[in-house]
Nanobody, 122 residues
């Protein structure tokens, strides 16, 4: 069973930064695209960003462009989401998930992690 584990969430003030991690348990991420998604209370889950197995980045959310950056470290079997200039509207549970090789629509991803809460508030 493919298992992903998110970490790095927390409470941060507006304008602050966090780095989320998505680690694979028991398998290699090398051949998988990894996507970051988020779900705010009362809203549908939305895509944030994705990185393919070869490192090609696809951003799903215009609202995070220039502020969030996805990267992968295959040696450490981890994908990161660096979040800068955080805003209250970024508050959500953040999830990572995977699919084979290439980024695509949210519904094609699987092996969702349990999520990590990000709260942006003063």
């Amino acid at each position: 069973q493919l298992q992903l584990v998110e970490s790095g969430g927390g409470l941060v003030q507006p304008g602050g930064s966090l780095r989320l991690s998505c680690a694979a348990s028991g398998f290699s991420l090398n051949n998988y695209a990894i996507g970051w998604f988020r779900q705010a209370p009362g809203k549908e889950r939305e895509g944030v960003s994705c990185i393919s197995s070869s490192g090609v980045v696809r951003n799903f959310a215009d609202s995070v462009k220039g502020r969030f950056r996805i990267s992968r470290d295959n040696a450490n079997n981890t994908v990161y989401l660096q979040m800068n200039s955080l805003k209250p509207e970024d508050t959500a549970v953040y999830y990572c998930a995977l699919r084979n090789y290439y980024c695509s629509a949210l519904g094609t991803f699987g092996s969702w992690g349990q999520g990590t809460q990000v709260t942006v508030s003063s």
